[in-house]
């Protein structure tokens, strides 16, 4: 049998079949999910279809509009909230949390699975070694009512990410930095495997970071490797007793390139409106005055990014005129930071506090910038807009570089205040 890369090993385990980059197979699906910007066309999709009861494991989640900012959300939430009740699924309600934080925590991922959801990012769960891909509305309640759903076998890149990480540089400068050199396109329909030294380095967090914008680069699907850390994280967040088993690729498996990163000079990036792959050293942008700084999203909202943040905002304020904005990524992250003291630090930052969810991220509520006004964000997109205003300025950074820009008043390198 020839060698394999991860992708080409899961989906060959659920079509029941050795599959091979570019063979179509129809596959089962393990998990799926949709939120409250795409569940209303599912359930209106699983009704016609006549699905009475989920042939996969399904939940949906509420985190785009939570709470919700308009009476048409509002309506959407109580169809969410009626279908779940009447179609014995879980649901996530206002408060909980991000999908992309909440569905990990909950045990319910492990390596080798494969997963659908009903949002761009969801190549998130790779970091637990989970073949995971954004879908359509129809396409999502197709595999809920039927358990299954076809698949095109992508090639993999293999890319290797090596080098002592510099102090001040996160795991969102190390993916900007890859996607500024693959470009948007450069892996398109591809799954990405990421190892090297850099990567084992990382924890888990970081890793997430990473996989959630991968599809920033267009890719179908993301992979970390599985290891200790893995097992670690998961362990205590297990809903039943599931054995967790490592998928990785084989010796010889065949790749569609392979390509090496290495990190130990990386300084602090800033992708700059209005696309992904324009980062450039944020050092070079201090003379970019900023008006709001939202530390937030299913990129950059775990614990690990709000000590990052708070290690430089104690003891410090967000310099007159900047909106700082913070929504932690689940209900858990924000308890612990309660606990932690990070809440308070933010809190007398001059920082403004939103409940767990996607806050301002996708422009529906909680922090809409006015015409003109230039935001640094650690999310995974700046497209114009993407905030809800076209006429804005949106640059991404890390949950450090934002915390720095809030105290300068202009984009700032962190390794100043570190």
């Known amino acids: 049998m020839s060698a394999m890369t991860i992708a080409e090993k899961i989906l060959s385990a659920h079509a029941g079949k050795k599959l091979s980059a570019g063979d179509f197979a129809i596959c089962d699906v393990d998990f799926t999910f949709s939120q409250d910007g795409t569940s209303s066309i599912v359930i209106d999709r699983l009704r016609e279809l006549g699905s009475d009861t989920p042939k996969t494991k399904f939940c949906m989640v509420i985190d785009h509009s939570a709470p919700s900012p308009s009476e048409g959300v509002s309506r959407v939430h109580?169809?969410?909230?009626?279908?779940?009740?009447?179609?014995?699924?879980?649901?996530?309600?206002?408060?909980?949390?991000?999908?992309?934080?909440?569905?990990?925590?909950?045990?319910?991922?492990?390596?080798?699975?494969?997963?659908?959801?009903?949002?761009?990012?969801?190549?998130?769960?790779?970091?637990?070694?989970?073949?995971?891909?954004?879908?359509?509305?129809?396409?999502?309640?197709?595999?809920?009512?039927?358990?299954?759903?076809?698949?095109?076998?992508?090639?993999?890149?293999?890319?290797?990410?090596?080098?002592?990480?510099?102090?001040?540089?996160?795991?969102?400068?190390?993916?900007?930095?890859?996607?500024?050199?693959?470009?948007?396109?450069?892996?398109?329909?591809?799954?990405?495997?990421?190892?090297?030294?850099?990567?084992?380095?990382?924890?888990?967090?970081?890793?997430?970071?990473?996989?959630?914008?991968?599809?920033?680069?267009?890719?179908?699907?993301?992979?970390?490797?599985?290891?200790?850390?893995?097992?670690?994280?998961?362990?205590?967040?297990?809903?039943?007793?599931?054995?967790?088993?490592t998928v990785g690729p084989d010796k010889n498996a065949r790749y569609a390139e392979v390509q090496e990163y290495d990190v130990s000079k990386l300084t602090p990036l800033v992708s700059r409106p209005h696309s992904v792959d324009s980062a450039v050293p944020a050092k070079d942008l201090k003379k970019i005055k900023i008006n709001e700084a939202y530390l937030g999203t299913c990129t950059n909202a775990r614990l690990q990014d709000l000590k990052a943040a708070a290690s430089i905002l104690r003891s410090r304020k967000a310099a007159p005129g900047v909106k700082m904005i913070v929504s932690p990524a689940s209900r858990p992250i924000f308890l612990e930071a309660l606990r932690s003291g990070l809440i308070d630090i933010f809190v007398k930052a001059g920082a403004v506090l939103l409940p767990p969810g996607c806050g301002p991220c996708v422009g529906t509520h909680n922090g809409i910038p006015a015409d003109g006004e230039v935001v640094i964000s650690t999310a995974n997109r700046n497209f114009k807009g993407r905030m809800g205003n076209p006429n804005a300025f949106i640059y991404l950074g890390s949950p450090a570089t934002v915390a720095a820009s809030a105290v300068k008043g202009h984009i700032a390198d962190p390794r100043e205040f570190l």
């Not at 914008?213 to 670690?232: H, W, Y």
Request: charged letters at 20%.
């Open 78 to 245: 109580k169809k969410m909230r009626d279908f779940a009740d009447s179609y014995n699924t879980a649901l996530y309600d206002i408060g909980c949390g991000v999908c992309h934080q909440v569905i990990p925590e909950s045990g319910r991922i492990l390596p080798g699975d494969l997963v659908l959801g009903a949002d761009s990012h969801t190549s998130t769960y790779g970091a637990l070694g989970a073949f995971s891909t954004g879908v359509g509305s129809t396409d999502l309640a197709i595999a809920v009512a039927t358990g299954k759903n076809w698949f095109k076998v992508p090639e993999t890149i293999k890319m290797i990410v090596k080098g002592r990480i510099p102090k001040g540089v996160f795991a969102k400068d190390i993916i900007l930095h890859i996607i500024t050199s693959i470009t948007a396109n450069g892996a398109t329909y591809k799954a990405v495997e990421f190892s090297g030294s850099a990567v084992s380095h990382l924890d888990m967090d970081g890793r997430f970071t990473i996989c959630n914008m991968a599809v920033e680069m267009g890719a179908k699907c993301a992979f970390m490797p599985q290891d200790e850390k893995t097992s670690a994280w998961l362990r205590p967040r297990l809903s039943v007793k599931r054995k967790i088993k």
